[in-house]
């Protein structure tokens, strides 16, 4: 079979499975298949879908995503923070919940999908790099405030979302349905503590798989009249083309499709590499890309809302004892049986489980001690993430501006340092290394020498400090004779910097001051040498090494 077609179909790749690795798959995939289920639902509900689409994002997008990705243990499916993206983003455009939200959502997984699938084929999963850590981190801090903020009223059997006037509402409440509301309150946060406990006591133990277990028995034994998960309709998701919307419609998509795509690729990366760490296998992010778009539009096509690789599963998966991608087949087998047989019991599920099964995992995403970090390294990335976080917050639900905004303060940084390149004159240190002669206060290279290391590529942006720094030495110090240009920190010379070392040249040339360039790289030589300028340099002018030219210069340099 051809090389090429292997690497775009990675399931061709698998190893043969055996009867000990299918078995330890097979226990692996109905683990997490039966934490998948209750999670769908929940996902769902926090996307403002239908219950029925978290299980049609569960099943044929995370068989797509195993077969057409390149991490194997990857689970594929509804996650928070792609929910919540999705709800944020059909928010100001249709009822949640209704037939024209659930269009929007179909269409939103087609295009970020879409996007997604254009990346990886065109191999351009660079750009996903393009978010920084502190955009993600201070984003995902923000949604984690905002995703618990939207389940308290589902956890406590609040009516309507938390407003200005939620303590009235409270009241209220209280009032019209003590025992409706109290029965509620007891079982969200009965299941946020047991959740907790599981998980830190015996977390061998899916909590999900019992609190749900106890939530249904409950619900149906005790005539539960809060509000339920209520009829799911039975039996597997059909393919169909997406519902017609108009051109508005589409380009006010445009946005948060890009933003799901590049944040929900970033989201999977982080577990493509933890589980390429823990399983010692390579992993390809431009196949992971083809996998996740291709997913994404499966999940459109179901009728469903935008997926993503999910940590927490993708753990459980490997933590259950997990050996090949098999284990994810085995769990969709699990959403499809579910989706066949077990809606009739599902329907009992109370809504108040469903939010604390969010809860409990989004308080993890809450990092405050990671932003601390990022400011101590950097005040820069500190701020881009305390921005993105308040822009994040300041604006929900429209929470794609808080991305937008952290990855335009990181551009304008990104832009400000290097418009300002750290040019340094290098004097000789007391350690026989050249350093900064500013900082250490250390004497010149040579009588009448001023040697100069721009820490950048020779570029348009950079290009014109280079120059005004040389310009103003030698103004300020008419003895100067000789100046070398350490270019071994250059990696990279485009037109405007051959240009603007023609210039230089010829106003050292004017002033007769020689100039030297040491240690340049080939590439940077090549681009100086088609650029026409070795007449004007002369092939003396470059050196091998640093040591080279200084010895040039001090063998000229006036007594």
């Not at 249709?94 to 996007?115: F, R, V």
């Not at 501006?401 to 290097?418: E, K, M, P």
Request: with cysteine.
């Amino acid at each position: 079979m051809p090389a090429w077609l292997q690497r775009q179909l990675s399931f061709l790749r698998w190893p043969r499975p055996t009867a000990d690795t299918l078995r330890a798959d097979l226990f692996a995939g109905i683990t997490v298949g039966l934490v998948l289920i209750p999670q769908s639902l929940a996902y769902a509900t926090l996307a403002g879908m239908p219950p029925a689409t978290g299980l049609y994002a569960a099943l044929l997008p995370g068989i797509i995503g195993i077969l057409f990705g390149s991490s194997p243990l990857l689970a594929v499916g509804p996650v928070a923070l792609t929910s919540l993206l999705t709800f944020s983003a059909l928010a100001p455009l249709a009822e949640p919940g209704g037939a024209q939200w659930i269009s929007l959502a179909i269409w939103l997984a087609l295009y970020s999908g879409l996007i997604q699938l254009l990346l990886g084929v065109c191999r351009m999963g660079v750009f996903a790099n393009f978010i920084s850590n502190a955009v993600i981190t201070g984003f995902i801090n923000a949604a984690a405030f905002i995703i618990l903020g939207s389940q308290l009223p589902s956890l406590l059997g609040l009516p309507g979302p938390l407003d200005g006037h939620w303590l009235e509402t409270v009241a209220n409440h209280w009032q019209q349905t003590p025992g409706v509301w109290l029965a509620t309150a007891a079982l969200g946060l009965g299941s946020v503590g047991m959740l907790v406990v599981l998980r830190r006591w015996v977390p061998a133990i899916p909590g999900v798989i019992v609190v749900c277990a106890l939530g249904i028995a409950l619900s149906a034994g005790l005539g539960f009249s809060g509000d339920v998960v209520g009829a799911i309709p039975a039996g597997l998701p059909g393919l169909a083309l997406p519902p017609a919307l108009s051109a508005e419609q589409h380009r006010a998509l445009l946005t948060p499709a890009i933003v799901i795509a590049l944040v929900s690729f970033t989201e999977a990366m982080s577990s493509c590499r933890t589980l390429a760490r823990r399983e010692k296998a390579p992993w390809d992010r431009n196949q992971e890309l083809i996998g996740q778009g291709l997913a994404k539009m499966v999940s459109g096509f179901s009728g469903a809302f935008p997926v993503s690789g999910s940590f927490s599963r993708s753990a459980l998966n490997a933590y259950s004892g997990a050996k090949t991608a098999w284990s994810t087949l085995f769990a969709a087998a699990c959403v499809a049986l579910g989706l066949c047989f077990l809606t009739g019991i599902l329907a009992d599920l109370p809504k108040a489980v469903l939010a604390a099964i969010i809860i409990v995992p989004v308080l993890n995403l809450i990092d405050l001690r990671g932003l601390h970090q990022i400011w101590r390294v950097s005040r820069k990335d500190g701020v881009v993430a305390l921005v993105t976080a308040a822009v994040t917050l300041a604006t929900a639900p429209h929470l794609y501006w808080g991305i937008v905004a952290g990855f335009g303060l990181s551009i304008l940084f990104f832009l400000y340092q290097h418009a300002m390149p750290r040019i340094v004159e290098l004097g000789r240190h007391e350690s026989g290394a050249l350093r900064d002669r500013a900082v250490y206060d250390l004497p010149p290279i040579a009588p009448g020498t001023l040697m100069v290391r721009m820490d950048a590529s020779l570029t348009f942006i950079t290009a014109a400090p280079l120059e005004r720094f040389i310009r103003q030495r030698i103004d300020r110090k008419p003895a100067v004779t000789t100046v070398i240009l350490s270019a071994s920190s250059l990696n990279r010379i485009d037109s405007t910097g051959t240009d603007t070392l023609a210039q230089i040249a010829q106003l050292l040339s004017d002033r007769n001051i020689r100039l030297y360039v040491s240690g340049a790289k080939y590439q940077v030589r090549a681009a100086i040498q088609q650029a026409g300028l070795m007449a004007l340099l002369g092939d003396g002018a470059f050196t091998a090494t640093d040591q080279h030219a200084i010895d040039r210069a001090v063998s000229t340099s006036p007594a």
